[in-house]
């Protein structure tokens, strides 16, 4: 089968991660060129992954051997980059967000579709094996009708571990728009599209330290609130809270759980791939509670004891590492071929990209005008990674 050839913009840390995966994973994907403002940074990558192309961006957009760009700049270029890879006739697949305001997003799919070209964006998580699994038990029934769920993202930010943190507190970053994609998606995935969304914000930081090398002891300007309460409501009925949070320095709370009519699923972490999935029906604590004797029923079901009733569920989906990241770019080619929707494609992240946005006003509840459908669960016994139709 023909290689589809990739031209990446953007060589930064997470290129790398890319370069690993496709190296491993994704076989029929050929990376012949990339790009980058800082052109050292672009013939580094060249050399470490014996990429055959350096060039400007311009070049790399007007290269007929190129059949998508894979974007991944920082957040505030993804519109520029995007709009600019469409209007030159190429697909397009874009780190999170698809860009800075909905309105942009609308005009990239109005674009693309006038064009007649894709785009695609991350996150892909959500098609790992950890929220595939989730997804099937909620499908079928496992847990009833879901009713809510919890979402926490809690930590300390970026700047003990990323070598150049800075745009993760300006515009485009902070935790909602830098690590809110995972999680909304992953709800979005399995819940559905929101219909109402509402947030208060704070910022515990006018200025942050780095402690990461190279530039450890710089200070560094926050520009966007580090810490988000919302609310969502779903169109399917169920509510959630969202916590996201750079301002933590250590939290017990859950990453993901989703809850049911009949038991609750612990969803394993939306930035990751992988991960265990618990479940508990109602029928194992219901049977606890009948069988206590007397009083000692009394409060049974609010006792740390009671979280030995959940199951371990084994994974519905076979996947050779942890970090699957470039999963939803194969899926877009696929898509491609076989004329169907990709499922990470533009009509979902412009949604989740107004959810965020709605919940970016202070202290308002926002009607959420887009809606999408829930992408296509994985085949059943699919090898995640050897995706192909």
Same mark, same amino acid.
């Given at each position: 089968?023909?290689? +589809?050839?990739?031209?990446?913009?953007? /060589?930064?840390?997470?290129?790398?991660?890319?370069?690993?995966?496709?190296?491993?994973?994704?076989?029929?994907?050929?990376?012949?060129?990339?790009?980058?403002?800082?052109?050292?940074?672009?013939?580094?990558?060249?050399?470490?992954?014996?990429?055959?192309?350096?060039?400007?961006?311009?070049?790399?957009?007007?290269?007929?051997?190129?059949?998508?760009?894979?974007?991944?700049?920082?957040?505030?270029?993804?519109?520029?980059?995007?709009?600019?890879?469409?209007?030159?006739?190429?697909?397009?697949? /874009?780190?999170?967000?698809?860009?800075?305001?909905?309105?942009?997003?609308?005009?990239?799919?109005?674009?693309?579709?006038?064009?007649?070209?894709?785009?695609? /964006?991350?996150?892909? +998580?959500?098609?790992?094996?950890?929220?595939?699994?989730?997804?099937?038990?909620?499908?079928?029934?496992?847990?009833?009708?879901?009713?809510?769920?919890?979402? !926490?993202?809690?930590?300390?930010?970026?700047?003990?571990?990323?070598?150049?943190?800075?745009?993760?507190?300006?515009?485009?970053?902070?935790?909602?728009?830098?690590?809110?994609?995972?999680?909304?998606?992953?709800?979005?995935?399995?819940?559905?599209?929101?219909?109402?969304?509402?947030?208060?914000?704070?910022?515990?930081?006018?200025?942050?330290?780095?402690?990461?090398?190279?530039?450890?002891?710089?200070?560094?300007?926050?520009?966007?609130?580090?810490?988000?309460?919302?609310?969502?409501?779903?169109?399917?009925?169920?509510?959630?809270?969202?916590?996201?949070?750079?301002?933590?320095?250590?939290? !017990?709370?859950?990453?993901?759980?989703?809850?049911?009519?009949?038991? +609750?699923?612990?969803?394993?972490?939306?930035?990751?791939?992988?991960?265990?999935?618990?479940?508990?029906?109602?029928?194992?604590?219901?049977?606890?509670?009948?069988?206590?004797?007397?009083?000692?029923?009394?409060?049974?079901?609010?006792?740390?004891?009671?979280?030995?009733?959940?199951?371990?569920?084994?994974?519905?989906?076979?996947?050779?590492?942890?970090?699957?990241?470039?999963?939803?770019?194969?899926?877009?080619?696929?898509?491609?071929?076989?004329?169907?929707?990709?499922?990470?494609?533009?009509?979902?992240?412009?949604?989740?990209?107004?959810?965020?946005?709605?919940?970016?006003?202070?202290?308002?509840?926002?009607?959420?005008?887009?809606? /999408?459908?829930?992408?296509?669960?994985?085949?059943?016994?699919?090898?995640?990674?050897?995706?192909?139709?």
């Amino acid at each position: 089968m023909e290689k +589809t050839r990739i031209g990446i913009i953007g /060589c930064g840390v997470i290129s790398e991660v890319y370069l690993n995966n496709i190296r491993r994973f994704y076989g029929r994907i050929r990376v012949v060129s990339c790009a980058d403002r800082i052109r050292e940074k672009a013939e580094a990558l060249a050399a470490s992954y014996d990429i055959g192309k350096v060039c400007t961006v311009e070049e790399l957009l007007a290269d007929p051997q190129i059949d998508i760009v894979l974007n991944l700049t920082i957040p505030q270029a993804h519109y520029e980059i995007n709009q600019k890879a469409v209007t030159a006739g190429k697909h397009v697949y /874009c780190e999170k967000p698809l860009a800075l305001t909905v309105r942009e997003a609308e005009e990239l799919r109005r674009l693309a579709k006038e064009k007649g070209v894709r785009i695609g /964006c991350a996150p892909d +998580t959500f098609l790992g094996a950890g929220l595939q699994t989730c997804r099937r038990l909620i499908d079928e029934g496992w847990i009833g009708k879901p009713v809510g769920a919890t979402a !926490n993202m809690m930590n300390h930010g970026t700047e003990t571990w990323h070598r150049s943190p800075d745009f993760y507190y300006q515009p485009g970053g902070g935790p909602l728009f830098d690590m809110g994609p995972y999680y909304i998606t992953a709800l979005v995935s399995l819940l559905g599209p929101v219909e109402k969304a509402g947030c208060f914000s704070t910022k515990g930081f006018e200025q942050r330290r780095i402690y990461s090398m190279p530039r450890r002891g710089e200070s560094i300007r926050v520009e966007v609130p580090t810490h988000y309460a919302g609310i969502l409501r779903f169109r399917s009925g169920a509510v959630a809270n969202i916590n996201l949070s750079f301002d933590a320095w250590l939290s !017990n709370l859950p990453k993901l759980e989703i809850y049911g009519t009949e038991g +609750t699923i612990v969803v394993p972490d939306p930035n990751r791939f992988d991960g265990e999935v618990k479940l508990i029906r109602r029928e194992a604590l219901l049977d606890a509670v009948e069988a206590a004797p007397g009083d000692e029923a009394a409060g049974l079901l609010s006792r740390p004891e009671m979280w030995e009733k959940y199951r371990v569920m084994p994974s519905l989906y076979r996947q050779p590492d942890g970090n699957m990241r470039g999963i939803g770019l194969l899926d877009m080619i696929c898509a491609i071929e076989n004329q169907r929707p990709a499922r990470a494609g533009a009509e979902l992240a412009g949604h989740v990209l107004e959810v965020m946005e709605c919940l970016s006003r202070e202290d308002a509840v926002s009607a959420v005008a887009s809606s /999408c459908e829930r992408p296509a669960p994985m085949p059943a016994g699919l090898e995640i990674g050897e995706l192909d139709e």
